[in-house]
């Protein structure tokens, strides 16, 4: 065992990325004369991964409030337009409910409580508790939910979301109706057009609502799937994944993403004679355990990725595998013993159930991998939207 380092993930710094800009050149260049200013050799299985803002923004994927108006009222008629259980986020939903708004004359908006969908908090579960509500049966009106909370702060932000959502929808100029529960069907007495908002329970809410009688059912994933008015798109996941780009236009989440990966990848490969996976990741999936958020706010961690990036970890644990396995061995006889059981497994073995492997964490290495370029990489002014990973898929038993 000669090599002291296991995985190791840096931050590239990248000049700022612009609309039209080619973010394949771009992104290519800037790792490899990293590579070169560092003195770094890059190694088969090399991970390049950038982030999908700057992916989104070479490609001008953005949508106005009035574009995202312009589809709602054609899919929805513009009338009385239910808006179910949107996350709490200023960047996230504040423009989208806007522009929702804009193409509506009424928003009946369907608050999930105590949290929403990624674990923004309107309430704690001990004030529930205290005012004797049943987040799961009890259906709040406003004027309820005023009654038992008052004034509801984000601890984070300083905001009071429900009277946030409720100005932006006044503001632009529709009535708003605002409503507390968590059955998505709560919302079809007082509305049969709903769009649904949740993000990875959406297909679960459209199927409810539709089974319920409401006649018109979209989800976010349903608006902005073409241009509109010379707008960007997003053919797979619409208004999933967007976020505030300025104080009326959403940045969409990036179109054909797997192409932008496979090209960054094969680039790599080309000008370093190495075998160099590339991914274009969004946000990570992960729970903050202070803030209780759960971080992915995005419809997935990784819109694309090359193929060596399929599959999930095939690994053993050591811990296991030296506490009792090879509990007699120590010294030079245990690594000895654990390097061989390493090199004799196979790699398209699945471990799952297996004790040798248990403890080790099983999830998609695209998730992994996304979310520790996302940790990473951070969301201010760190100014690294490349993020380059060497040893990922390395073991015990790589020198």
């Given amino acids: 065992m000669s090599r002291t380092l296991g995985t190791v993930v840096r931050g590239v710094r990248a000049p700022i990325f612009r609309e039209g800009d080619n973010v394949v050149d771009i992104t290519v260049s800037t790792v490899l004369n990293a590579l070169q200013d560092n003195a770094i050799t890059a190694r088969d299985g090399d991970v390049v991964a950038v982030t999908e803002s700057v992916v989104a923004r070479c490609q001008g994927n953005y949508a106005t409030c009035e574009q995202i108006a312009a589809d709602v009222r054609a899919k929805t008629g513009g009338k009385t337009v239910g808006v179910a259980f949107p996350i709490l986020s200023r960047n996230r939903f504040s423009l989208l409910l806007r522009g929702i708004a804009l193409g509506a004359e009424k928003v009946v908006l369907l608050l999930s ?22 987040p799961w049966h009890d259906v709040l009106s406003l004027e309820q939910f005023r009654a038992a909370f008052g004034q509801v702060v984000h601890p984070f932000t300083g905001v009071d979301y429900v009277a946030y959502y409720k100005s932006i929808i006044e503001e632009a100029g529709a009535q708003a109706e605002i409503v507390f529960a968590n059955r998505v069907t709560a919302i079809v007495p007082y509305t049969d057009t709903v769009i649904t908002c949740d993000i990875h329970t959406r297909q679960r809410s459209k199927r409810l609502l539709t089974a319920a009688g409401a006649k018109v059912v979209l989800g976010l994933d349903d608006l902005l799937t073409a241009p509109v008015d010379g707008s960007g798109c997003n053919p797979q996941y619409g208004l999933l994944g967007s976020n505030k780009a300025d104080d009326d236009r959403v940045k969409l989440f990036p179109r054909d993403a797997k192409a932008v990966a496979e090209a960054i990848g094969k680039a790599m490969s080309e000008a370093t004679g190495k075998r160099i996976e590339a991914m274009v990741y969004g946000d990570g999936a992960f729970k903050d355990p202070a803030g209780k958020i759960w971080e992915l706010a995005d419809p997935v961690v990784a819109p694309g990725y090359t193929s060596g990036l399929v599959g999930t970890p095939n690994e053993l644990k050591l811990k296991y595998l030296a506490d009792k396995e090879f509990a007699d061995l120590s010294g030079e006889a245990l690594q000895k013993a654990i390097s061989e059981k390493i090199r004799a497994k196979d790699a398209k073995q699945s471990l799952v159930g297996n004790m040798v492997s248990e403890g080790t964490t099983p999830r998609n290495l695209t998730d992994l991998i996304g979310s520790l370029c996302d940790l990473t990489s951070g969301s201010g002014d760190k100014g690294t939207p490349i993020i380059y990973i060497q040893g990922y898929f390395d073991n015990y038993t790589n020198e």
Wanted: hydrophobic content about 30%; aromatic content about 4%.
């Fill in 113 to 134: 409580y105590p949290s929403d969908e990624v674990g923004n908090h309107l309430v704690s579960l001990d004030q529930l508790d205290e005012a004797g509500i049943d």
